[in-house]
């Protein structure tokens, strides 16, 4: 069973900087997609990041240009830099991994979340 533990949450100031990580239990980037995902209060989890297997990356609209998602596979760790942090960033940052095979999802395993907060 893959475990994934983040790290690198905190309290910035809008316009400051965090790098999150997430590292996996063992090496799966070669077979799963990771995504960064975020739940602020009373408002629903969101999609934040991706990176394939394949390495391609997606952003949601309010972070591109702000945020990067990377890798490091020897490390087995995900990063999301995030940049020019703004007040509406803060909640907590889920790390989450998923595979699929034959078109379904055969395994989607979540960390246990760490909290970002941004003040004006």
């Known amino acids: 069973q893959v475990q994934l533990v983040e790290s690198g949450g905190g309290s910035v100031q809008t316009g400051g900087s965090l790098n999150l990580s997430c590292a996996a239990s063992r090496s799966i980037f070669h077979l799963y997609a990771m995504h960064w995902y975020r739940q602020a209060p009373a408002k629903q989890r969101e999609l934040v990041a991706r990176i394939t297997s394949g390495g391609a990356t997606y952003y949601a609209t309010s972070v591109q240009g702000r945020f990067t998602i990377s890798r490091d596979s020897a490390k087995n760790t995900v990063y999301l830099q995030m940049n020019s942090l703004k007040p509406e960033d803060t909640a907590v940052y889920y790390c989450?991994?998923?595979?699929?095979?034959?078109?379904?999802?055969?395994?989607?395993?979540w960390g246990q979340g760490t909290q970002v907060t941004v003040s004006s």
């Open positions: 989450n991994a998923v595979r699929t095979s034959h078109g379904r999802i055969s395994d989607n395993v």
